[in-house]
């Protein structure tokens, strides 16, 4: 199967001591001679972490090293009493400058699992083999499985987030590796395996496999060249070949449905591949190198989000504890503290059990909500109360719609994607001198005006992003040319953002702005570029981009001169309960102000393809957290707003259609192209035929109608008509 979204952890690996008490033949990290890293060295690789926008760091050692005298006689000069109390202070280091410590040390005991509970977000140990016969461990007691499962187990019962996995080809057998994974199956604390391929490598002896690493890694990461060794098998390996990979993939999901499958992307070339059978994560690509591998660089984000995008496959970053642990139930409050300063975003949204039935009927009435009572809605969990939401935003819609659900023919004509506002939410907008960048020009735009009018639209909608050479004058000659061309369509066109812009390079106030547009052949205005209106989140999404009072004051303006608009909300990212519920604020009062919105539309975050998403961890929205939001919207409204419609090129036409029975009346536009939603990795397609909207309906057992943008009926569509 291939799937949409695949993970990393952007870190850096701090390897603090090499010294180990195993003799594991297959690795060339280890050494048994006194290896230290020095306090100073420690902060001068996290100073460089941090100034590099890490979020993780890999702290990677021997196993005990302070088991050789020259450990434990250089950790007693620096004060400490044994080597996990350095690696605690390493990791109090990165805390203190925001990054997340990922520790591997090894068998521990107990106690120090404990020790480093307080300072780290997640730890880790690899299982390797359940077999305890196998030559390449042979010298290496704490390699036998009962060791290495009884710390695991430890950390379980510590509630420690841990990750784990195998390694492949060190001469197990098939029969070997399914029954580590077995093994692994069942601990509620792991949230990751790795599934690790053997590479041979030579020994480094004199050398500094962190040093080779580094230069690996910042080479390849510069020129996207890299050659590295190929080096014979010993004896006692086993082959490994793609096909056994996959077969892995196949057992891990079978057996730990919920764990994340991480393969490592710098040991084959096959990683591609392994995504597409089923693989969710690609472990930690770390900035300086695998210290493990150290002629095997990790490829750098911005070439692993290439290679996957030839496949459709989105990158998206996690941090090295996965989000459904990040509860004071798991984390330290020292750690969560971190989490919850610097990483939000990446706290997965958890319902609360917080609206009272009287808070719904009084909203199923129309009557305003307070702050408190509107944000319980956002965040309502419970199944009972959610259905008692639908329902009573099924009975508001009914109420003020009716039965009839309604959509319009248009088309959309994005005219150029050059922009200069750079929100991290968008996938469109690019620099003027990306190789993506696009500017229709008058011929190809009235080709598809005539596209338009031979589809039977009734609409134009159009908006581009915010180009700096664009002045009023370029705005005004779209419109000229489209009624020239069509003078029948309605022109849907100009988002507040927009017209900000050409308010500000004419030095002219909205009002005179929009009336030109008006004289010009507009119609009406997307009230996009809403977002969420509150300068928290959009100082946190696009500080570049109109503060909420300019887009209040764009569309008053707007109302004011006659010119109709929508309004739109753009949900399920980083904004909170507390926000969604000011936007709400926001609009019902402008509504109660002006009359102007005809309807309100919610827009769910798509993440795939944009900054937002790819560096804060956000997944797409639910369908039943869409679903809940939408009645929630149509209640906050009350009797304001009579039109809800619901976005099928967001969440898919299966979703708006179920969404008519949760306050929705409308199905928006047949659009015929859309690359706002589809270049920010939206998959529900670009267009859909009358018949697609009508049959949607008619699945809801409802009536449809095809409408003017003011929602003035065309035709109608009886359920008669679908029999």
């Known amino acids: 199967m291939t799937r949409r979204r695949v993970t990393f952890s952007r870190n850096l690996t701090l390897s603090l001591s090499r010294t180990c008490r195993c003799h594991c033949k297959y690795c060339a990290f280890a050494t048994h001679r006194p290896h230290l890293h020095e306090p100073e060295e420690v902060e001068r690789l996290i100073d460089r972490a941090a100034r590099r926008q ?64 307080e300072v780290t977000a997640s730890q880790g140990l690899m299982l390797e083999s359940v077999n305890p016969d196998l030559v390449a461990h042979q010298g290496s007691p704490t390699k036998h499985p009962d060791e290495r499962l009884a710390t695991i187990a430890a950390a379980g019962e510590l509630r420690i987030p841990f990750t784990s996995g195998i390694l492949v080809g060190i001469g197990e057998s098939e029969a070997d590796r399914i029954a580590a994974l077995e093994a692994l199956a069942g601990f509620e604390h792991l949230q990751e395996v790795i599934l690790q391929n053997f590479v041979p490598h030579r020994r480094y002896y004199g050398e ?72 969710t994560d690609l472990g930690g690509l770390s900035a300086n190198g695998d210290h493990i591998s150290p002629e095997h660089p990790f490829p750098s984000p911005h070439q692993v989000r290439k290679r996957l995008a030839q496949d459709g496959v989105a990158l998206a970053e996690r941090l090295c504890v996965y989000g459904r642990f990040i509860d004071p139930e798991w984390i330290a409050p020292r750690v969560l503290g971190v989490i919850r300063d610097r990483y939000r975003a990446f706290i997965p949204r958890r319902g ?152 500000d390079t004419e030095a002219l106030p909205p009002a005179e702005v929009l009336a030109r547009l008006s004289d010009a052949g507009l119609d009406s205005v997307p009230g996009t570029a809403a977002e969420v209106l509150d300068d928290g989140v959009r100082a946190r999404i696009s500080p570049n981009k109109l503060p ?106 299966d979703s708006a259609t179920e969404a008519l029975r949760w306050g929705v009346n409308d199905l928006g536009g047949t659009l015929m192209e859309e690359s706002i939603s589809r270049m920010a990795g939206s998959y529900h397609g670009v267009r859909l035929e009358p018949d697609d909207l009508v049959g949607a309906a008619h699945r809801a057992g409802r009536p449809a109608a095809e409408r003017t943008t003011l929602y003035g009926i065309l035709r109608r569509y009886e359920l008669a008509a679908a029999v």
């Open 54 to 117: 890490v979020k993780e760091l890999l702290v990677l050692t021997g196993e005990a090293p302070d088991h050789h005298p020259g450990v434990r006689e250089r950790l007693a000069a620096l004060g400490f009493d044994d080597f996990t109390g350095y690696v605690v202070w390493a990791c109090e280091r990165a805390l203190e400058r925001g990054l997340l410590p990922h520790t591997n040390l090894g068998v521990l005991s107990r106690e120090d699992l404990a020790r480093l509970r």
């Open 352 to 503: 609360t059990a917080g609206t009272a039935p009287a808070t719904i009927e009084r909203a199923r009435n129309g009557q305003a909500l307070a702050p408190g009572e509107l944000a319980a809605l956002f965040a309502e969990s419970r199944p009972e109360v959610i259905e008692d939401m639908r329902q009573a935003a099924d009975e508001l819609r009914a109420e003020l719609a009716g039965e009839t659900v309604t959509f319009v023919v248009n088309r959309n004509i994005n005219v150029s994607n050059v922009c200069i506002v750079g929100c991290a939410f968008c996938g469109f907008g690019v620099g003027r001198r990306s190789p993506d960048a696009y500017e229709h020009d008058r011929e190809e735009f009235v080709r598809r005006v005539h596209d338009a009018v031979a589809f039977g639209a009734t609409e134009i909608c159009m908006q581009s992003g915010i180009h700096p050479d664009w002045r009023l004058e370029d705005y005004l000659g779209w419109l000229r040319l489209a009624k020239e061309t069509a003078p029948e369509l309605h022109l849907h066109a100009y988002s507040p953002m927009e017209i900000a812009h050409m308010c």
């Open 548 to 653: 909420v009072a300019r887009w209040v004051e764009i569309i008053e303006a707007a109302h004011g001169v006659g010119l109709r608009s929508t309004v739109t909300v753009m949900f399920g990212h980083i904004e909170t309960p507390e926000e969604l519920a000011e936007h709400m604020r926001v609009v019902r009062a402008l509504q109660e102000r002006t009359g102007g919105f005809t309807e309100f539309v919610p827009l769910s975050f798509i993440p795939f393809h944009t900054q937002l998403g790819r560096t804060h961890g956000i997944e797409e929205i639910g369908r039943e957290e869409n679903l809940k939001h939408t009645a929630a919207f149509r209640l906050a409204l009350g009797r304001t707003i009579q039109n809800v419609q619901a976005s099928w090129v967001k969440m898919g036409l």
């Open 208 to 279: 500094e496999p962190a040093d080779i690493a580094a230069d690996a890694a910042e080479a390849f990461w510069r020129t996207g060249l890299h050659d590295g060794p190929v080096h014979g098998a010993p004896a006692w390996a086993t082959p490994v070949g793609i096909e056994d990979m996959k077969r892995l993939i196949a057992e891990a999901r079978r057996l730990m449905p919920g764990v994340g499958i991480q393969v490592p992307p710098n040991l084959a070339d096959w990683w591609p591949e392994l995504v597409a059978a089923g693989a």
